[in-house]
């Protein structure tokens, strides 16, 4: 069983950068696809970035698209989201997540697709 352990979070001033870690252990993930969500105070969760098994396929949602990339290590079962230009509106608690394919046929935004989750780390962005 997959579990994760997400770190990098922080307070950032808006326009700054912030790096996040998600970092496997309990087993190899490099059969699964893997997502990056967030979900701010009274909102729902929502799609954030996702990567193909193999790290040869990625996709992000519109409102981070060109700000935020995604890539991982496999062999240091760690995937990483890289956040730049980080503006208030993306303050929210990160969470990875393990997808139960290496690339769904479909958009890899659904989140009911994911089983593993980690705990999250908190991201604020000040104005």
């Known amino acids: 069983q997959l579990q994760f352990v997400e770190s990098g979070g922080g307070l950032v001033q808006a326009g700054g950068s912030l790096r996040l870690s998600c970092a496997a252990s309990g087993r190899t993930f490099s059969s699964n696809a893997m997502g990056w969500f967030r979900q701010a105070p009274g909102k729902e969760r929502e799609f954030v970035a996702a990567?193909?098994?193999?790290?040869?396929?990625?996709y992000y949602a519109g409102s981070v698209k060109d700000r935020f990339v995604i890539w991982r290590d496999n062999a240091k079962n760690t995937v990483y989201l890289q956040m730049n230009s980080l503006k208030p509106e993306d303050t929210a608690v990160y969470y990875c997540a393990a997808h139960r394919v290496r690339w769904p046929d479909g958009r890899p935004s659904d989140s009911s697709q994911y089983d593993y989750w980690g705990q999250g780390t908190q991201v604020t962005v000040s104005s």
């Open positions: 990567i193909s098994w193999s790290g040869g396929v990625t």
